[in-house]
């Protein structure tokens, strides 16, 4: 059997780059709207700061505004609620994140809760989950709208397949198992107290990988031909260092698999792409605009 084929998340990403940015710039010509992203950033993590960075630098060259928000690492829970309560308010601010994890002893779901569901562009407030799960519109996590994206630019035939998902958290396990669902997909998911994970695996058309295990998937997993999302991002060292690999052995999976995504290269670019389409819905949204085309 030839070798898979390998999806391109950053190419499919870029491309979607360049359709936020076309239609950022007709909204700012035909209505003077210039989509705005705010981030909130609670300490001084290294990895949340540099995320916070590329996520400004990704807005600007759509021509998106971005607004950054830093407090300090023992800020109160109240100060917190406080910021995020003029950011609903502000009409410059079409999406606001919080970057996480949060320093400790602050609540993360008071504070997911505290952001106005409308601007909700990470798509984690309790009404856009429910909006997702009842197959309603509303902002969707953009890992998982990710996921679904590039699957839909790899031809990949959604309806009546059987998909399982490896991994049950909020943020990509059960999100993508419902864009599934909606997507008329037959859905298993798999998680680290199933039974016989490999035999589950096996069944899939189109396997998700979220469990956050470096190299947990081997190619006698695969069914042959099956389309292979690896969310993973695991650091192993080297002897020079370390390198980053997912939860799928790539090149025993690649030799089973129809279509599979590198780590990195893959799902990873589609993230901060969606968390700008995300802004430009809405941003749209929110006036009572209709979607932009193309996204």
Not at 82 to 93: F, G, Q
Not at 137 to 164: D, E, F, S
Request: net charge neutral; hydrophobic share 45%; glycine share 10%.
């Amino acid at each position: 059997m030839a070798a898979a084929t390998i999806i391109d998340g950053k190419g499919i990403a870029a491309e979607l780059r360049q359709c936020i940015a076309a239609a950022a710039a007709r909204l700012r010509q035909e209505r003077g709207i210039t989509p705005g992203l705010a981030a909130v950033l609670v300490g001084d993590d290294p990895a949340s700061r540099l995320y916070v960075s590329g996520k400004g630098r990704a807005c600007s060259a759509a021509g998106l505004a971005s607004f950054e928000f830093r407090l300090p690492a023992d800020s109160s829970l109240s100060a917190i609620l406080e910021l995020l309560a003029k950011l609903n308010s502000d009409d410059r601010v079409d999406g606001i994140l919080v970057q996480l994890p949060l320093p400790s002893g602050i609540d993360s779901q008071a504070v997911i809760t505290a952001i106005d569901p409308a601007k909700d562009v990470d798509g984690f407030h309790p009404v856009n989950v429910g909006l997702l799960w009842n197959g309603k519109p509303g902002l969707v996590p953009c890992t998982p709208q990710g996921i679904l994206l590039l699957l839909q630019a790899a031809h990949v035939p959604l309806t009546g397949a059987a998909a399982v998902v490896l991994g049950r958290s909020a943020i990509v396990g059960r999100p993508v198992a419902a864009l599934l669902i909606a997507a008329d997909c037959t859905v298993t998911i798999g998680h680290s107290k199933s039974l016989d994970l490999p035999g589950l695996c096996r069944r899939a058309d189109i396997l998700v990988a979220a469990i956050g295990q470096p190299h947990l998937v081997e190619g006698d997993w695969l069914k042959p031909g099956a389309a292979v999302i690896d969310v993973g991002i695991n650091r192993l060292p080297t002897e020079t260092g370390s390198r980053l690999v997912g939860d799928v052995n790539f090149e025993t999976a690649r030799r089973v698999a129809g279509l599979i995504t590198p780590v990195p290269g893959g799902v990873g670019p589609m993230t901060i792409a969606c968390l700008l389409r995300n802004t430009m819905l809405a941003a749209c949204r929110r006036r009572g605009l209709p979607d932009p085309e193309g996204l």
